[in-house]
């Protein structure tokens, strides 16, 4: 069997993007649950954090909002403006670093989801990154941030396995934790995807490191971004008629946070 090539998932998004494509409708929804029961004033431009392939992008466009996508993966962005263009979609595209990078036009909300957050490896990367989204908010805009907490009771050897589908399209997508230190707040993940596109087969494995969180840890992370005050939060089953409670038996948790209005 050919064994799996060490590449950056980030740079093959037609795969990446089916892997995850499951969430799609269910997360839109949610956002627009969410912009409608916690927004204050209309919600049009949407700014999607590390949108790789940009799945969230394009669904959002295709539901009338004026999207940006921000990532600084190229090959994801370009395959993110050809998917816009062949639906007749306009969507922006931002090549930036997510802990540190401007909006000239101020937005109505913002979305980072699935752990893409958890990407920021350290705690002022962390805070840079949620200043740069309060600058870039209008007062009452909505930031939607996803990621899972981990708990003292969490398996450091998790291991996760899927299979979607898009036509002649086929990807099962192995998810491992291989290496997890809570006192350096670090663990790696291993990816694996197994592809078959058409006659094509493609076996592919990459490694990211990801910043461990638990609930003390992001409410003190939070509380240096006065900025924000939480709406509510959820988990991952994207209910908006069932928010958890933030405590510390939260695990895969959808934070709506809104940019407090000035006082004056």
């Not at 969180?213 to 006065?226: C, D, E, I, M, W």
């Amino acid at each position: 069997m050919t064994p799996f090539e060490t590449v950056d998932c980030y740079d093959y998004p037609k795969y990446w993007d089916l892997s995850f494509q499951d969430e799609t409708e269910l997360e839109c929804d949610f956002f627009e649950d969410a912009f409608k029961r916690f927004g204050q004033g209309e919600t049009q431009r949407v700014l999607d954090i590390g949108c790789g392939g940009g799945r969230n992008v394009v669904e959002m466009a295709s539901r009338g909002f004026h999207m940006l996508g921000l990532d600084n993966n190229e090959a994801s962005l370009d395959y993110l403006a050809r998917q816009a263009s062949d639906k007749g979609l306009t969507a922006e595209t931002m090549s930036a670093d997510m802990a540190d990078f401007q909006i000239e036009q101020s937005l109505d909300a913002a979305l980072c989801t699935f752990n893409t957050f958890r990407h920021l490896q350290t705690e002022e990367e962390a805070e840079s990154h949620l200043h740069c989204v309060a600058r870039a908010l209008r007062p009452g805009g909505l930031y939607i941030l996803g990621f899972h907490i981990l708990q003292d009771y969490d398996d450091p050897e998790c291991e996760e396995h899927w299979t979607n589908r898009d036509g002649e399209i086929e990807v099962t997508t192995t998810l491992e934790v291989v290496q997890s230190c809570r006192e350096e707040r670090l663990e790696t993940l291993l990816f694996h995807l197994q592809v078959r596109d058409g006659e094509k087969q493609l076996r592919l494995k990459a490694e990211y490191p990801y910043r461990i969180y638990n609930p003390t840890q992001f409410r003190s992370l939070l509380a240096k971004v006065p900025e924000f005050e939480i709406c509510e939060v959820y988990d991952f089953n994207y209910d908006i008629d069932d928010p958890m409670p933030f405590d510390d038996e939260i695990s895969d948790a959808v934070f709506v946070l809104r940019k407090v209005q000035p006082t004056d």
